[in-house]
């Protein structure tokens, strides 16, 4: 079956600074989701990725899917305290009715 | 913008009890799923729907249930709650798009404890 790698696990990185949190999968990705989670609350929808090589943005968050379809990036630029919280990655599962597989969820804090 | 709505952001409930939690969501979504969310496991899928009254079982369906009488709102079941059954629930919608995925929106989520 199809598992999820994301790495690092947490990350705390002072204001302004740039990182970036990767999700691997053990299968080539048909659809990868990108998600946030605030402590305590639901999953928001950030980015959809399918295409090998596609980027896309959203304000200061870019992800991409590599050329191959088994990784996917997320980078944040001049990080900021409202992009504290979990990341989550999410694959197609390859089945009908858009089945996803998560990954663990990386834990970002940011320090003023 | 879709909107997902729980009934219940924290519940409290007793061992034995029959649970409830509902889900609304707006959108005319016709998939709808329920996970729970539990630190070090993750998100893992109870039960989903693809349409009014069909239900498959996800990858822990044990002790639930659900149900789905209208498009737009999904329950999911506790039958008789226990207390491993405290977790975070989450319930989720997409559209169906012959040919193309799409993403799930989430709803804000129910605390469940169960003394």
């Known amino acids: 079956s199809q598992e999820l790698e994301q790495s690092p696990q947490s990350l705390i990185v002072q204001e302004g600074k740039n990182l970036t949190i990767n999700c691997t999968s053990s299968?080539?990705?048909?659809?990868l989701y990108w998600y946030k989670q605030k402590y305590g609350e639901g999953l928001i929808f950030l980015m959809m990725?399918?295409?090998?090589?596609e980027e896309k943005s959203h304000e200061k968050i870019t992800a991409k899917l590599d050329e191959k379809k088994q990784q996917s990036s997320l980078h944040i630029t001049a990080s900021q305290p409202s992009h504290a919280g979990i990341y989550l990655c999410?694959?197609?599962?390859?089945?009908?009715?858009?089945?996803?597989?998560f990954g663990p969820g990386t834990s970002l804090s940011v320090i003023p | 913008d879709v909107k997902v709505t729980q009934s219940s952001r924290y519940l409290v409930k007793r061992t034995g009890e029959k649970v409830f939690l509902e889900c609304v969501q707006d959108?005319?979504?016709?998939?709808m799923f329920w996970y729970r969310q539990d630190p070090g496991l993750g998100l893992r899928l109870i039960y989903f729907?693809?349409?009014?009254?069909?239900?498959e079982k996800g990858d822990i369906p044990e002790g639930y249930s659900v149900s789905r009488e209208k498009k737009e709102r999904f329950s999911l079941i506790l039958e008789s709650a226990s207390t491993n059954q405290t977790s975070m629930y989450l319930c989720?919608?997409?559209?169906?798009?012959?040919?193309?995925?799409?993403?799930?929106?989430f709803g804000d989520g129910t605390r469940l404890s169960i003394l």
């Open positions: 989720a919608s997409s559209l169906l798009a012959s040919g193309s995925n799409q993403p799930q929106h």
């Open positions: 299968k080539t990705l048909y659809g």
């Open positions: 990725l399918q295409k090998g090589g």
């Open positions: 999410g694959a197609d599962k390859g089945t009908s009715y858009d089945k996803v597989i």
């Open positions: 959108m005319d979504h016709e998939n």
């Open positions: 729907s693809y349409d009014v009254k069909m239900k």
